[in-house]
């Protein structure tokens, strides 16, 4: 009957063992040589290897398709501008304050359309592209992503409710969007307004940690993570 693992390394007054540089908690190096006491290690072989099973498995998609791509910086460009907007026009004198916040609105409706596209693409079968990493890194990205989408389209309904419920129109280049319903009290104006800025910043704070999360696996991982959503080069389509 084999002898099982000890579950400790350490001596007897549990300082570790100087000689058991190959040996972790009874077991050789050997025995798991995917195991590492390094986290960095631990990642970048998590993130290997699930590149190396995914194409072992027959799926060698090295990026997202183009629709895909172009949706996802279109989103990135909105975004960046509405927050740019909403931000800066306070500082602004009047006539260009209105200008900003009517640009606003309209680039508010284009993005919201942009994200029932972007949804209903991602939906269907075919335009989803599996992370390059494995365990909760994965989960880790999948869950961003679906708060993401989440406080994006809760930020445009937000945008809407705002502007109707005190009674004003939306405008898309110019075309009017009457209100569809009573105005609300000035209090519930004023919360729905508070709860805009409120996913707005929230969106930015997460959508910063997401890009910082590819630039890390990019530099650091150095898997293909960032490269499957950047813009294919002339010849690589």
Known sequence: MSRAPRACCARGD??????????FCGVSASTFPSCSLDPMTNLKHSSATATATRIAAGDDHTQYDSFSILLH????????????LAQTWGFAPKPTR??????????????????????????????QTPVSAAGW??????GVHYVLYALLVGEAVLGFVLRW????????????????????SKA??????????????????????????????????????????????AGDA
Do not use: C
């Not at 910086?73 to 740019?84: E, K, M, Y």
């Open 14 to 23: 549990g300082t570790p063992r100087a000689s058991s540089a190959s040996v």
């Open 73 to 84: 910086w279109i989103t990135v460009i909105l975004v960046l501008a509405q927050f740019g």
């Open 98 to 127: 209105h200008l900003m916040i009517v640009s606003h609105m309209s680039f508010g409706i284009l993005l919201s359309a942009v994200l029932i596209v972007r949804i209903g693409w991602r939906l269907m079968l075919g335009h």
């Open 137 to 142: 890194v994965e989960r880790a990205a999948k």
């Open 165 to 184: 419920s005190g009674n004003e129109s939306m405008s898309f280049f110019g075309l009017l969007m009457p209100s569809p319903f009573a105005p609300t």
């Open 188 to 233: 519930t104006h004023h919360a729905i307004g508070e709860a805009h800025d409120f996913v707005g910043w929230a969106i930015i704070v997460i959508a910063a940690g997401h890009a910082a999360a590819a630039l890390f696996h990019h530099y650091v991982l150095r898997d293909d993570v960032l490269k499957r959503m950047l813009p294919r080069k």
